[in-house]
């Protein structure tokens, strides 16, 4: 089973608008950690935001913010006035705290975001 | 800005030859990895380094060699590779390696093996 589900390959938004990327986990761990980055075209990963599983507060980081559903192993990335330098493929990604597993950071297969203006 | 580089940024190389791959971080970090993306597939992990010490080799084949001499400088090297080993290599460090730790990435090497 995929340790990371992200089901939207594209995603379209208009320019100031807010769009919501999902993410979807599977892991038997208590304790792990979200991560999501944005790889825009040139090809680096660029970290966007963090959230524990322990952390009771949904992360935010200026537009970003990670509506964390820990019951229903989701943690989306909502992206709050969109701009045109917001299109980029976004990942999502999983770190486990214990087992094998512990410290490997798993991505899911990434959405396209296309920001129209 | 990122604290992680990576050197070359473009390598096209034939299956006979030997080359080098180079990250450096700037950022203090004890753990640094090297991933593989290829199209149309999600980030592959190949190796963790933690404190210097190789703590995972993720199935990778033999043809690709890793490196660190410190905590701050990683090398993959390269000998007999395959055209299906054309991928972006993609570096990062981290605090330690450790689950609550984000990971900061380098800009990427863009490999073609011929």
């Known amino acids: 089973a995929q340790k990371i589900t992200q089901t939207q390959p594209g995603m379209f938004v208009q320019e100031k608008e807010a769009v919501t990327l999902d993410c979807t986990y599977d892991?038997?761990?208590?304790?792990?950690?979200l991560f999501w980055y944005k790889q825009p075209s040139s090809g680096e990963m660029i970290f966007l935001i963090y959230?524990?599983?322990?952390?009771?507060q949904n992360a935010t980081e200026g537009r970003y913010s990670l509506n964390f559903q820990k019951a229903r192993k989701s943690a989306n990335l909502v992206i709050s006035a969109s701009q045109l330098g917001d299109s980029a493929m976004y990942f999502c990604?999983?770190?486990?705290?214990?087992?094998?597993?512990?410290?490997?950071?798993?991505f899911g297969q990434g959405t396209i975001l296309t920001v129209h203006p | 800005e990122t604290g992680v580089t990576q050197t070359p940024r473009h390598l096209v190389m034939g299956m006979t030859n030997k080359k080098s791959l180079k990250c450096e971080q700037h950022?203090?970090?004890?753990?640094m990895y090297w991933y593989k993306q290829s199209a149309k597939k999600p980030l592959e992990l190949m190796f963790v380094?933690?404190?210097?010490?190789?703590?995972e080799n993720n199935s990778v084949p033999s043809r690709f060699s890793p490196e660190c001499p410190n905590s701050s400088h990683l090398f993959l090297h390269l000998h007999t590779l395959q055209p299906e080993d054309s991928a972006l290599y993609l570096c990062?460090?981290?605090?330690?390696?450790?689950?609550?730790?984000?990971?900061?990435f380098g800009p990427g090497t863009r490999l073609t093996v011929l």
């Open positions: 990062a460090s981290s605090q330690d390696a450790g689950p609550y730790n984000e990971q900061f």
């Open positions: 892991t038997s761990d208590q304790s792990y950690g």
């Open positions: 959230q524990g599983s322990y952390d009771e």
């Open positions: 990604a999983m770190r486990e705290g214990r087992g094998t597993s512990y410290g490997k950071l798993t």
């Open positions: 950022l203090g970090h004890n753990a």
């Open positions: 380094y933690n404190f210097k010490e190789q703590t």
